[in-house]
């Protein structure tokens, strides 16, 4: 059974960094795209950071300079480095894996900003 375990969150006070890590147990296939989204209290849920197969990555345009995502792919766990935080960023983060036969999320971390 495939789970993806995220941690990292935290409260943290604005310009700080957090680094969220997400870890997929079991065995996942032909991964296609590896992701961050964030959903605030009565907000859509947004893509922030993505990253595929190849290694193309895409962030959303509110932390371009100040999110960073990469991956091990050894060991299945994409990460996001997060810096200069601001009160704007606080939300529950979710991590997403793609696949051809699934998409897998994980259960969320909290990410709570201070001004």
């Known amino acids: 059974q495939v789970q993806l375990v995220e941690s990292g969150g935290g409260l943290v006070q604005a310009g700080g960094s957090l680094r969220l890590s997400c870890a997929a147990s079991g065995s996942i296939f032909g991964i296609r795209a590896m992701g961050w989204y964030r959903q605030a209290p009565g907000k859509q849920r947004e893509l922030v950071a993505g990253?595929?197969?190849?290694?193309?990555?895409n962030y959303s345009d509110s932390v371009k300079g100040r999110f960073t995502i990469s991956r091990d792919n050894a060991k299945n766990t994409v990460y996001l480095q997060i810096d200069n935080l601001k009160p704007g960023d606080t939300a529950v983060y979710y991590c997403?894996?793609?696949?051809?036969?699934?998409?897998?999320w994980g259960q969320g971390t909290q990410v709570t900003v201070s001004s």
């Open positions: 990253i595929t197969s190849g290694g193309s990555i």
């Open positions: 997403n894996i793609q696949s051809p036969y699934n998409t897998y």
